[in-house]
C-alpha cells in the first residue's frame, strides 16, 4: 500500500481517540494516512501527527483535488450522516471514487438509527426515557429539519455501491457491545451539548436549553439506561478495468 485516504475520526473529548492516529499504529511508516474534512480546528496540530499522517480541509462534496485522484487503496469514510443531503449519498460516493486506484476499496461506517433502541437495567426498569426526546431535538436540529435520524440511505448503502459500479459489496452491521454503551452515550452527549451550544442557541427559540436540560437528566441515570444501535459498515472494490 503507498497511500491511503481516511475521513479524519474528530476527538471530541480526552476519552474519545482518534482514528487515524490509532491507525497509525498499526500500519507500517510507509503507509501514508491522509485525513480530510471541510473543518480541522478539532485536529491535533500538525506537527503532532505521526510522521505519516497528514489532514487536509477537503470538501467531499466539491471536486477534489487532481493531484489526489486515483492515489489511493482504500478510502474509509465514517458518520457523515449530516454532509449527505436529500437521503442520497451518491455524489459523496462518486465524489470518493474518483480517489481511489483501480482495485482500491472504499468503506463506510455509519450508525444504523433504524435500530435505535432503549436498553435498561433491571434497577433502570422504570426510568423515564429522555434519550427519545433528546434523538428528536438532535435530529430535526431543533424542529427546524426533516428527522436526519429518520434518513434510510445508510442501510440502502450497499445498493448505492452497486448502482456507482463498485463490486464485491460486503456489509457488517452489530450493535455495540453491552460493556461499552455507557461511553457510547457519553460521546453522544457530548456531541449533542456541543449541538446545543453551536447550532441550536443560535436560533434563539430556547431548544438550546432543553437539549441541555434532557442530557443533563439523561446522565442522571447513566447507569441504569443507554441506546443502542447498529454500527454499519460496508465496504466495496473498484472494478480493476
Ligand atoms: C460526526 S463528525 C464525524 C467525524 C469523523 N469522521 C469521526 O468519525 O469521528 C462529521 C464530520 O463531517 C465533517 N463534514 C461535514 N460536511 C463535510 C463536507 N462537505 N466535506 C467534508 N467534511 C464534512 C464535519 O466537519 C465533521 O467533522
Given at each position: 500500500m503507498e497511500h491511503e485516504a481516511y475521513i479524519l475520526r474528530r476527538n471530541f473529548s480526552a476519552n474519545a481517540r482518534i482514528w487515524l492516529v490509532d491507525l497509525a499504529r498499526y500500519l507500517p511508516p510507509s503507509a501514508q494516512i491522509d485525513g480530510f474534512?471541510?473543518?480541522?480546528?478539532?485536529?491535533?496540530?500538525?506537527?503532532?501527527?505521526?510522521?505519516?499522517?497528514?489532514?487536509?480541509?477537503?470538501?467531499?462534496?466539491?471536486?477534489?483535488?487532481?493531484?489526489?485522484?486515483?492515489?489511493?487503496?482504500?478510502?474509509?469514510?465514517?458518520?457523515?450522516?449530516?454532509?449527505?443531503?436529500?437521503?442520497?449519498?451518491?455524489?459523496?460516493?462518486?465524489?470518493?471514487?474518483?480517489?481511489?486506484k483501480p482495485g482500491g476499496w472504499i468503506s463506510w461506517g455509519e450508525m444504523d438509527y433504524s435500530t435505535f433502541k432503549i436498553i435498561r437495567t433491571e434497577e433502570g426498569k422504570d426510568a423515564e426515557d429522555y434519550l427519545t426526546p433528546l434523538l428528536e431535538v438532535i435530529g430535526t436540529l431543533g424542529g427546524t429539519r426533516p428527522n436526519w435520524t429518520a434518513d434510510d440511505?445508510?442501510?440502502?448503502?450497499?445498493?448505492?455501491?452497486?448502482?456507482?459500479?463498485?463490486?464485491?459489496?460486503?456489509?457488517n452491521n452489530r450493535p455495540f457491545p453491552l460493556e461499552l454503551l455507557p461511553f457510547q452515550l457519553d460521546t453522544a452527549l457530548m456531541a449533542s451539548e456541543e449541538v446545543s451550544y453551536k447550532a441550536l442557541d443560535p436560533m434563539r427559540n430556547g431548544t438550546g436549553d432543553r437539549c441541555r436540560d434532557l442530557i443533563f437528566k439523561i446522565f442522571q441515570n447513566r447507569q441504569k439506561l443507554a441506546y443502542n444501535v447498529g454500527r454499519l459498515t460496508v465496504v466495496g472494490q473498484r472494478p480493476l478495468q
Amino acid at each position: 500500500m503507498e497511500h491511503e485516504a481516511y475521513i479524519l475520526r474528530r476527538n471530541f473529548s480526552a476519552n474519545a481517540r482518534i482514528w487515524l492516529v490509532d491507525l497509525a499504529r498499526y500500519l507500517p511508516p510507509s503507509a501514508q494516512i491522509d485525513g480530510f474534512d471541510i473543518d480541522l480546528t478539532q485536529c491535533p496540530p500538525r506537527e503532532w501527527l505521526p510522521s505519516n499522517v497528514a489532514v487536509h480541509k477537503v470538501d467531499c462534496l466539491s471536486p477534489l483535488p487532481e493531484h489526489l485522484l486515483e492515489q489511493y487503496d482504500i478510502v474509509h469514510i465514517q458518520l457523515f450522516h449530516l454532509a449527505v443531503h436529500n437521503n442520497d449519498p451518491a455524489p459523496i460516493i462518486r465524489n470518493l471514487l474518483g480517489l481511489l486506484k483501480p482495485g482500491g476499496w472504499i468503506s463506510w461506517g455509519e450508525m444504523d438509527y433504524s435500530t435505535f433502541k432503549i436498553i435498561r437495567t433491571e434497577e433502570g426498569k422504570d426510568a423515564e426515557d429522555y434519550l427519545t426526546p433528546l434523538l428528536e431535538v438532535i435530529g430535526t436540529l431543533g424542529g427546524t429539519r426533516p428527522n436526519w435520524t429518520a434518513d434510510d440511505w445508510p442501510i440502502r448503502l450497499p445498493q448505492f455501491f452497486e448502482d456507482n459500479g463498485l463490486t464485491n459489496v460486503a456489509v457488517n452491521n452489530r450493535p455495540f457491545p453491552l460493556e461499552l454503551l455507557p461511553f457510547q452515550l457519553d460521546t453522544a452527549l457530548m456531541a449533542s451539548e456541543e449541538v446545543s451550544y453551536k447550532a441550536l442557541d443560535p436560533m434563539r427559540n430556547g431548544t438550546g436549553d432543553r437539549c441541555r436540560d434532557l442530557i443533563f437528566k439523561i446522565f442522571q441515570n447513566r447507569q441504569k439506561l443507554a441506546y443502542n444501535v447498529g454500527r454499519l459498515t460496508v465496504v466495496g472494490q473498484r472494478p480493476l478495468q
